[in-house]
């Protein structure tokens, strides 16, 4: 008898709870687009699975979109035409600093970022006969990204 009433004191909390805590959803989008890359390329297949799992959680409509890249995400992100964009810091600051070839001379600044993708490995690699073994190495003005 001791089980059945925990159960059901749990199974009120519960429904209460989730009474209390319920979120008011009436200023969502109905729907949400992420802008990735070409179709078969990594943003395209990182964008469409992570559109997924937004979706399920959220119970919004959601889906990738092919586009031209980061570029053409920052400029589709700013102008409201895709909720989200998939980009790399180098095109997201470029964008921001109005030097995107898609809008010259426009900050497109309406976009926030939300979470790395992934980390990106940077290396360095000199050539055996430079001699250059550290970064200590390298002479002043001689590092080109």
């Known amino acids: 008898m001791k089980t059945i009433k925990t159960f059901v004191l749990s199974v009120a909390l ?3 709870s989730s009474s209390l805590f319920a979120e008011d959803k009436s200023a969502w989008p109905e ?3 992420v802008g990735t890359g070409s179709q078969g390329g990594a943003y395209f297949g990182y964008g469409t699975a992570w559109a997924n799992i937004v979706s399920e959680q959220t119970g919004v409509t959601g889906g990738a ?3 031209g890249g980061p570029m053409q995400n920052m400029a589709l992100v700013h102008t409201g035409d895709n909720h989200f964009g998939m980009t790399t810091m180098g095109p997201a600051r470029e ?3 109005g030097n995107n070839a898609i809008a010259p ?7 926030c970022a939300m979470f790395p993708m992934y980390q990106t490995p ?3 690699t000199a050539l055996t006969s430079s001699g250059i073994t550290s ?3 390298i002479p002043d003005g001689a590092v080109i990204v």
């Not at 001379?105 to 976009?111: S, T």
Request: hydrophobic fraction near 50%; aromatic fraction near 8%.
């Open 135 to 137: 970064i200590s190495d």
């Open 105 to 111: 001379g426009i900050q497109l600044d309406n976009a």
């Open 14 to 16: 519960v429904a209460a």
């Open 95 to 97: 964008s921001l600093e």
């Open 31 to 33: 729907s949400f687009t």
């Open 122 to 124: 940077f290396s360095i």
């Open 65 to 67: 979109e092919v586009t």
